[in-house]
């Protein structure tokens, strides 16, 4: 049964979640515009498999493909990756805070307390 995803974030994590999906990733952003035989390559897949695993890249946003004659080429869409960043850089403050507050109540007794509403004011 296939999963479908309604959320862009969504399908961008699914997408990156594979490890073929992200080398094509790489691949992308460090050569630029490759065509499907290029992206296919590396790896012991049949073009059928490589197809499907750049459909889920398009349906996710993540490349784009242009097609000229029977060759395509796939672009990378850097910007629909911002959103992705975006969600993992706000739970990397809050873990992070999280991990600062359990070391100092583990070597201080005491867990460490800072204002959350943005202001420099310390609670105590």
């Given amino acids: 049964m296939a999963i479908h995803y309604q959320n862009s974030l969504d399908r961008a994590f699914h997408a990156l979640g594979d490890g073929t999906r ?3 990733i790489s691949m992308l952003a460090s050569r630029g515009a490759l065509s499907a035989g290029e992206l296919r390559a590396p790896f012991d897949a049949a073009q059928p498999t490589i197809s ?3 459909k889920v890249l398009e349906n996710a946003g993540l490349v784009r493909r242009e097609v000229n004659g029977r060759v395509h080429h796939f672009h990378l ?3 629909s990756m911002r959103q992705a960043e975006d969600w993992i850089s706000r739970h990397r403050t809050f873990w992070e805070g999280a991990l600062r507050n359990l070391e100092s109540f583990v070597t201080d007794g005491q867990p460490e307390l800072r204002a959350t509403d943005g202001s420099d004011e310390d609670t105590e």
């Fill in 52 to 54: 499907k695993h750049l």
């Fill in 77 to 79: 869409v850097a910007d």
């Fill in 22 to 24: 992200r080398e094509m």
